[in-house]
């Protein structure tokens, strides 16, 4: 069984900024996509970014331009960097990959 263990989130002001890491217990021997999503107070879990095979990305437009995913497939591990972070960026984020999902880590933009 693997599990995915993320790591980084917390409290920070607008503004501020935040690196997610997920990490997998177990190497998968191939991964196909890699991604983040948020679930917002009150809100369905949504896509905020991913990998997929041949390194394309997608994000979700309201992080375009201030989010930046990197993945690295052969030690199964995904980042998320979060810069100029908005209250409305709130929420619990839950790593995947391929079909595994992570715990999911609180992040908070509060003043």
């Known amino acids: 069984q693997v599990q995915l263990v993320e790591s980084g989130g917390g409290l920070v002001r607008p503004g501020g900024s935040l690196r997610l890491s997920c990490a997998t217990t177990?190497?998968?021997?191939?991964?196909?996509?890699m991604g983040w999503y948020r679930q917002a107070p009150d809100k369905e879990r949504a896509l905020v970014a991913h990998i997929v095979t041949g390194g394309y990305t997608n994000y979700a437009d309201s992080v375009k331009g201030r989010f930046t995913i990197s993945g690295d497939i052969a030690k199964n591990t995904v980042s998320l960097e979060m810069n100029a972070l908005k209250p409305e960026d709130t929420g619990v984020y839950y790593c995947q990959i391929n079909n595994n999902w992570g715990q999911g880590i609180q992040v908070t933009v509060s003043s």
């Open positions: 177990k190497t998968l021997s191939r991964v196909y996509v």
